[in-house]
């Protein structure tokens, strides 16, 4: 896609964090929890998004939004 080195050099560790943290299985301090990807592996029609901003705008999380694992999700 001819991005620039620079933006290659920050978005891939941004993105590999992002995926081990949603991946491992722990809600690590100052992040958000993986409740919402975790939600996604449970029903796989909800919470497609990385930050929730399009699943909000598209309308893909209003299950998640009425379950308890909503409740789970914040930021320590």
């Not at 933006?7 to 949603?22: G, H, S």
Request: proline residues 4%; charged residues 20%.
């Amino acid at each position: 896609m001819k991005a620039h080195i620079f933006t290659t050099a920050i978005w891939f560790p941004l993105v590999i964090f992002n995926t081990i943290r949603d991946h491992c299985g722990y809600h690590l301090a100052f992040f958000p929890s993986p409740e919402d990807h975790d939600y996604h592996h449970a029903k796989f029609t909800e919470c497609f998004g990385t930050f929730g901003y399009l699943d909000w705008l598209h309308g893909t999380d209003t299950q998640f939004r009425k379950s308890k694992q909503h409740q789970r999700h914040r930021t320590l």
